[in-house]
């Protein structure tokens, strides 16, 4: 056996894991060093998430390359479900959570205070 066929099935691991660290790196680096706005880096990191994705499918689950593409597609389309039931579900907990820890003004601590015994 050829060193070269040997080892061609780990290049594609190899650069998988490469692209997907480079993806990763780049998504922390815009957002600790604040390169740019909200919405910008929202979309920047949104892109560098279907990215990585992408780079995922093809050289680590090598999709497109299966005899079953039935089994796959439903494999892939319950992964989907997952992740949209987790990501939805993350966000209405922290809008949640943002909504009910936001911090009172001082007429509402003031009211609050008035209402309490031993209060002003």
């Known amino acids: 056996m050829s060193e070269a ?13 490469v692209g997907s660290l480079a993806c990763t790196i780049a998504a922390f680096l815009i957002v600790d060093r604040h390169m740019l706005n909200l919405w910008p880096s929202v979309w920047a990191i949104a892109g ?29 389309s319950f992964m989907a479900l997952v992740v949209l039931i987790l990501v939805c579900g993350s966000i209405w907990i922290m809008y949640n959570l943002n909504y009910r820890m936001m911090a009172p003004s001082q007429q509402q601590i003031t009211s609050y205070m008035n209402t309490q015994d031993g209060g002003f």
């Open 48 to 76: 560098l998430a279907l990215l990585q994705f992408g780079l995922q499918l093809v050289l680590f689950l090598h999709v497109g390359e299966e005899l079953r593409p039935r089994w796959r597609l439903l494999a892939f």
């Open 5 to 17: 066929k040997y080892y061609a099935p780990y290049r594609r691991y190899v650069a998988g894991f």
